[in-house]
């Protein structure tokens, strides 16, 4: 090794940290590797600084002193094996492209070119600037590194890397850094029960990131973590010999509470620091057989209690109800000595290794999300980990594969954003993913820079950008290849939406239509003809008539013959065949009009509001749905259209002669705004004899005033003359006769 320190050019304090780590690795464990395994690795890296690699990473950091660090970490918390420390060493050479991944093959075997491929592949997967501070990043971390002992490796060299960086000038890289260790490496330490390497990560990151909290937590603990344990074990003493004494066989756990684990608890509690009650805790852990767990439980708390003064507030009992996901222990907190807070937590061996290792370990009766499949993956490597099996933990940790994410897929956005999607999901599923905006407008997308159709099904680490246009919409095909529940569900929504408001306008096409022509709409039988017709709802039809697939005359002329179907005495018969009202007592011999011919009087008729005719209008007869007949004006648009539709209801119609009452005319007038105009028009009507003021309606706006009289005349002839004097009137600009 002084060959390689000469070789490489290391600084002081570089060959020092060298020296140490080389010693703590001979000293736990010096056959880790071979001598031509440690020659191999020397050519390795001299050949590629020869080929201008850099000793020193994107941190500054000399690479070699950092590996060496890792591997001493290893050797003493995990006991690697070769395959490990090999893949370790020259992964970096393979990832800058200086070494091939065959070569690694051919020297150090399959299983060190596996463990050096997920390695780069994490690597890469960096190279994105992606946010990592996810759950997605852990969990596409995970599923990049393929085997569990790629996971220890970075963990454990994220330690070394952390140590490293204390006093570094880039202050915003150690606060990335840092903030990556917390989030990302600390949460993965928790899951695989590397809890010192956990606690220290944690910890080094407030230090790095808040160095003042840091600070002011420290002192006010008053005291160094040596001291605050020796602390713990004299509360533990006592407390070992009173519950020997009782005949109780257990075993005690001490610890105190890291200085991240009370600045987080200061922070979610928004308490002082003497208002921590788990600032010092110990577990009691009883060997017990099943059936007397609980009673000895019990028993040791009551020892405990009468020893120190209990808060009775603190008291928890989880034996007698256990918690919901089956954690089961009893938790007091206790004075100790000192005037300090001591939490105690009594359980049985088999409560404990449930809540480990079972469906309430620590880190998930604490909130950490994660999948049921994963939680039985890191427990059992956890137990690996715990193992003194002959050939160590790593014999059986390599054929752990890390395939525990098979059903997701995991993406990015050009930004480097990271999303996680069912396995199977489309492009479109990930443009809903992102927005439901983006996902209604989508038309495609670019992957990995290639253009892909919708239904593209999207691949591990696929870089997608999302095409969109705002003439885009959701498309009921649609729903046959998207998977995720958020992109059915929206564009089912969007579908609805569309049809509402196709729906919409076809009633609106539909009311303007029967409007013009007249015809009032019986929703009862109208709900008839579209049950007839096939439709589940009204909407349906509409949506129908909205889109242009149903022609809304056919529609209107179907409703009308509905309709004469309700009365089929009127429907099928001629008019001439019609059998007219007979005159009798009740009848005026003075009608008005004569129906039919001359020699028929007396029958029953309205005149049609549609047109409103007077006497010395053409007029023509039409027999209406209700068995009524509606006299309306020859040039009535209405009239038209029913007599092309049924010219066997027409029946002729004249004036007798003889002239009636006033009829309702409506009269349009159009003129200046000007004082006393209206005045001047009403006035004009009261002093007409032959006609009578009904109603009158005015709108003034700009300038101008729009009216809407109904008088009542005797005939055409009053009509025109009425119309002439309000025309003369000063300010009139127009006078029509309404329809």
Same mark, same amino acid.
């Given at each position: 090794?002084?060959?390689?320190?000469?070789?490489?050019?290391?600084?002081?304090?570089?060959?020092?940290?060298?020296?140490?780590?080389?010693?703590?690795?001979?000293?736990?464990?010096?056959?880790?590797?071979?001598?031509?395994?440690?020659?191999?690795?020397?050519?390795?890296?001299?050949?590629?600084?020869?080929?201008?690699?850099?000793?020193?990473?994107?941190?500054?950091?000399?690479?070699?002193?950092?590996?060496?660090?890792?591997?001493?970490?290893?050797?003493?918390?995990?006991?690697?094996?070769?395959?490990?420390?090999?893949?370790?060493?020259?992964?970096?050479?393979?990832?800058?492209?200086?070494?091939?991944?065959?070569?690694?093959?051919?020297?150090?075997?399959?299983?060190?070119?596996?463990?050096?491929?997920?390695?780069?592949?994490?690597?890469?997967?960096?190279?994105?600037?992606?946010?990592?501070?996810?759950?997605?990043?852990?969990?596409?971390?995970?599923?990049?590194?393929?085997?569990?002992?790629?996971?220890?490796?970075?963990?454990?060299?994220?330690?070394?890397?952390?140590?490293?960086?204390?006093?570094?000038?880039?202050?915003?890289?150690?606060?990335?850094?840092?903030?990556?260790?917390?989030?990302?490496?600390?949460?993965?330490?928790?899951?695989?029960?590397?809890?010192?390497?956990?606690?220290?990560?944690?910890?080094?990151?407030?230090?790095?990131?808040?160095?003042?909290?840091?600070?002011?937590?420290?002192?006010?603990?008053?005291?160094?973590?040596?001291?605050?344990?020796?602390?713990?074990?004299?509360?533990?003493?006592?407390?070992?010999?009173?519950?020997?004494?009782?005949?109780?066989?257990?075993?005690?756990?001490?610890?105190?509470?890291?200085?991240?684990?009370?600045?987080?608890?200061?922070?979610?509690?928004?308490?002082?620091?003497?208002?921590?009650?788990?600032?010092?805790?110990?577990?009691?852990?009883?060997?017990?057989?099943?059936?007397?767990?609980?009673?000895?439980?019990?028993?040791?708390?009551?020892?405990?209690?009468?020893?120190?003064?209990?808060?009775?507030?603190?008291?928890?009992?989880?034996?007698?109800?256990?918690?919901?996901?089956?954690?089961?222990?009893?938790?007091?907190?206790?004075?100790?000595?000192?005037?300090?807070?001591?939490?105690?937590?009594?359980?049985?061996?088999?409560?404990?290794?449930?809540?480990?290792?079972?469906?309430?370990?620590?880190?998930?009766?604490?909130?950490?999300?994660?999948?049921?499949?994963?939680?039985?993956?890191?427990?059992?490597? =956890?137990?690996?980990?715990?193992?003194?099996? +002959?050939?160590?933990?790593?014999? #059986? !940790? /390599?054929? &752990? @594969?890390?395939?525990? *994410?098979?059903?997701?897929?995991?993406?990015?956005?050009?930004?480097?954003?990271?999303?996680?999607?069912?396995?199977?999901?489309?492009?479109?599923?990930?443009?809903?993913?992102?927005?439901?905006?983006?996902?209604?407008?989508?038309?495609?997308?670019?992957?990995?820079?290639?253009?892909?159709?919708?239904?593209?099904?999207?691949?591990?680490?696929?870089?997608?950008?999302?095409?969109?246009?705002?003439?885009?919409?959701?498309?009921?095909?649609?729903?046959?290849?998207?998977?995720?529940?958020?992109?059915?569900?929206?564009?089912?929504?969007?579908?609805?939406?569309?049809?509402?408001?196709?729906?919409?306008?076809?009633?609106?096409?539909?009311? =303007?239509?029967?409007?013009?022509?007249?015809? +009032?709409?019986?929703?009862?039988? #109208? !709900? /008839?003809? &579209? @049950?007839?017709?096939? *439709?589940?709802?009204?909407?349906?039809?509409?949506?129908?008539?909205?889109?242009?697939?149903?022609?809304?005359?056919?529609?209107?002329?179907?409703?009308?013959?509905?309709?004469?179907?309700?009365?089929?005495?009127?429907?099928?018969?001629?008019?001439?065949?019609?059998?007219?009202?007979?005159?009798?007592?009740?009848?005026?011999?003075?009608?008005?009009?004569?129906?039919?011919?001359?020699?028929?009087?007396?029958?029953?008729?309205?005149?049609?509001?549609?047109?409103?005719?007077?006497?010395?209008?053409?007029?023509?007869?039409?027999?209406?749905?209700?068995?009524?007949?509606?006299?309306?004006?020859?040039?009535?648009?209405?009239?038209?259209?029913?007599?092309?539709?049924?010219?066997?209801?027409?029946?002729?119609?004249?004036?007798?002669? /003889?002239?009636?009452?006033?009829?309702?005319?409506?009269?349009?007038?159009?003129?200046?705004?000007?004082?006393?105009?209206?005045?001047?028009?009403?006035?004009?009507?009261?002093?007409?004899?032959?006609?009578?003021?009904?109603?009158?309606?005015?709108?003034?706006?700009?300038?101008?005033?729009?009216?809407?009289?109904?008088?009542?005349?005797?005939?055409?002839?009053?009509?025109?003359?009425?119309?002439?004097?309000?025309?003369?009137?000063?300010?009139?600009?127009?006078?029509?006769?309404?329809?």
């Amino acid at each position: 090794m002084e060959t390689t320190e000469a070789t490489f050019s290391f600084s002081p304090e570089e060959q020092k940290s060298i020296r140490n780590s080389l010693s703590r690795i001979v000293r736990r464990r010096s056959s880790f590797m071979q001598p031509d395994d440690i020659f191999a690795l020397r050519q390795m890296l001299r050949d590629a600084v020869a080929g201008g690699f850099s000793l020193r990473d994107r941190y500054g950091i000399n690479l070699v002193v950092r590996n060496l660090a890792t591997a001493a970490e290893l050797v003493e918390q995990i006991g690697p094996d070769r395959p490990m420390l090999a893949a370790l060493m020259t992964y970096r050479l393979v990832d800058a492209g200086t070494v091939e991944r065959e070569a690694i093959k051919e020297k150090f075997g399959d299983d060190t070119a596996r463990l050096v491929n997920g390695m780069c592949k994490v690597a890469q997967l960096y190279k994105r600037s992606v946010s990592t501070n996810s759950e997605n990043f852990r969990n596409l971390l995970l599923t990049f590194a393929d085997d569990i002992r790629v996971v220890l490796i970075m963990i454990v060299d994220r330690l070394s890397l952390m140590r490293m960086l204390n006093h570094h000038p880039d202050e915003k890289l150690v606060a990335r850094v840092a903030l990556e260790s917390r989030y990302l490496y600390a949460q993965l330490a928790h899951r695989l029960g590397l809890y010192a390497i956990k606690s220290e990560l944690e910890d080094m990151s407030l230090k790095y990131t808040d160095r003042a909290t840091y600070d002011s937590i420290a002192q006010q603990l008053n005291a160094s973590k040596a001291e605050r344990d020796r602390y713990i074990d004299n509360f533990i003493r006592p407390v070992k010999k009173r519950l020997e004494e009782n005949g109780l066989k257990f075993e005690i756990k001490g610890r105190t509470k890291s200085i991240f684990s009370i600045w987080n608890k200061i922070k979610k509690k928004g308490v002082e620091l003497d208002q921590i009650y788990d600032l010092f805790a110990i577990r009691v852990v009883l060997d017990t057989p099943p059936e007397r767990e609980k009673m000895e439980c019990w028993m040791a708390y009551s020892l405990i209690v009468d020893m120190y003064t209990s808060n009775p507030a603190r008291m928890k009992d989880w034996i007698t109800i256990p918690k919901s996901n089956g954690y089961e222990s009893l938790h007091t907190t206790v004075y100790g000595p000192d005037n300090r807070w001591v939490e105690v937590q009594i359980r049985s061996r088999r409560m404990d290794e449930v809540a480990e290792r079972g469906f309430a370990a620590h880190w998930k009766y604490k909130g950490i999300k994660s999948e049921q499949s994963l939680d039985a993956l890191m427990n059992n490597v =956890r137990e690996m980990l715990e193992s003194s099996n +002959e050939g160590g933990p790593l014999g #059986l !940790m /390599k054929d &752990v @594969k890390l395939d525990v *994410y098979d059903k997701e897929v995991y993406v990015f956005t050009p930004k480097g954003d990271l999303y996680r999607l069912p396995q199977g999901a489309t492009l479109l599923d990930f443009a809903f993913a992102i927005h439901t905006k983006v996902g209604c407008t989508c038309m495609g997308g670019r992957v990995d820079g290639r253009v892909q159709k919708l239904n593209y099904k999207l691949r591990l680490g696929d870089t997608i950008e999302i095409i969109t246009s705002s003439q885009q919409q959701p498309k009921r095909d649609w729903l046959s290849f998207v998977t995720t529940s958020k992109a059915r569900n929206k564009i089912r929504q969007s579908l609805n939406e569309q049809a509402n408001k196709q729906a919409e306008i076809g009633r609106e096409i539909f009311d =303007r239509r029967t409007h013009n022509r007249k015809i +009032e709409i019986d929703e009862k039988l #109208l !709900m /008839k003809l &579209v @049950k007839r017709r096939g *439709y589940k709802s009204l909407t349906d039809f509409f949506r129908e008539i909205g889109e242009g697939r149903l022609d809304v005359n056919a529609v209107i002329d179907a409703y009308i013959e509905a309709e004469a179907a309700e009365h089929p005495s009127i429907v099928y018969r001629p008019a001439e065949e019609f059998e007219l009202a007979k005159p009798d007592e009740d009848t005026t011999p003075d009608d008005v009009l004569i129906i039919g011919g001359d020699s028929i009087k007396g029958v029953n008729y309205k005149f049609a509001r549609c047109c409103n005719p007077i006497f010395g209008d053409k007029v023509v007869g039409f027999i209406s749905s209700e068995g009524v007949i509606k006299i309306h004006r020859a040039d009535c648009r209405n009239l038209q259209h029913l007599c092309q539709r049924f010219p066997y209801r027409r029946i002729d119609t004249r004036w007798s002669g /003889k002239v009636g009452e006033h009829y309702p005319v409506s009269l349009r007038i159009v003129g200046h705004d000007d004082i006393g105009i209206v005045t001047n028009i009403t006035s004009i009507i009261t002093k007409e004899q032959r006609a009578s003021l009904r109603n009158i309606k005015v709108d003034s706006r700009d300038g101008l005033f729009q009216g809407l009289l109904v008088v009542g005349v005797s005939d055409l002839n009053v009509l025109a003359e009425l119309i002439r004097k309000i025309k003369a009137v000063k300010g009139v600009k127009d006078v029509e006769r309404a329809s």
